[in-house]
């Protein structure tokens, strides 16, 4: 464990983890190089990773703002994604975060950030597969309508 701990460290592009200094997701040329899913940890990137729908590239923040727990906009990989962002090759940065009372203020903050570079977009949010409607939440319900999509 101690030896894995010292060759683990984030990727100095995307900040997932990695034991290289870029990760294998940032270095694979077959990626969309114009397309980055913002997530609040590298956690994420791996559920992201399992689903094989999302082929672009990631930045992981390291957490959300959290004033109460004492996480700035500082303590965070904003600038360096606001950087990445501003580059004209990118096409679109999709907020992949969590819809927490955090997760929201970061979502807002972050895409009014990257607003004036690029194209931002956000994961839609609903129900889970086998969930009942009665059992959900109006949040969750309002963001199923808001995401809803036409039949194929």
Not at 108 to 119: A, C, E, H, N, W
Not at 136 to 146: H, I, N, P, S, Y
């Amino acid at each position: 464990m101690v030896e894995a701990k010292k060759q683990v460290g984030l990727c100095q592009v995307c900040f997932h983890l990695s034991a290289d200094p870029v990760c294998e997701i940032c270095r694979n040329p077959n990626r969309d190089q114009r397309t980055i899913c913002v997530v609040a940890d590298s956690r994420d990137v791996i559920a992201l990773e399992k689903t094989r729908e999302y082929r672009g590239l990631y930045h992981v923040l390291g957490g959300v703002i959290s004033p109460m727990e004492g996480i700035g906009p500082d303590q965070l990989h904003i600038q360096q994604l606001v950087r990445r962002g501003s580059q004209k090759d990118i096409k679109e940065i999709i907020l992949a975060i969590s819809p927490s009372v955090e997760g929201e203020t970061t979502t807002l903050y972050v895409g009014q950030l990257l607003k004036p570079f690029t194209r931002v977009t956000r994961i839609a949010f609903g129900l889970p597969v086998g969930g009942d409607l009665e059992y959900a939440d109006e949040v969750t319900l309002a963001r199923a309508l808001e995401g809803r999509r036409e039949l194929d």
